[in-house]
């Protein structure tokens, strides 16, 4: 299992259906230096999906993206 596995995946499903380009982030980082918190905010076509945080940029963004493609998934089984 990677540690990329959400963002492949989130890349993957977008890919499939064209809206690749729609995907951006948003990434911020609070706490001391030594200890950082990123916020990773996964966003198509300029809307919030989703969010992740974790102690590297790398980790809130897998976690944002996992968030994301499950809302996606489930957002297409729904319709």
Do not use: F
Request: with cysteine.
């Amino acid at each position: 299992m990677s540690l990329n596995d959400g963002t492949v995946a989130l890349n993957n499903l977008l890919q499939q259906k064209n809206q690749l380009t729609l995907l951006s982030w948003e990434e911020s980082r609070s706490g001391p230096h030594h200890a950082p918190l990123w916020t990773s905010i996964c966003k198509i076509n300029g809307q919030e999906i989703a969010r992740g945080t974790g102690a590297a940029k790398y980790l809130a963004r897998d976690m944002a993206a996992k968030a994301a493609h499950e809302y996606l998934t489930q957002a297409a089984a729904g319709q």
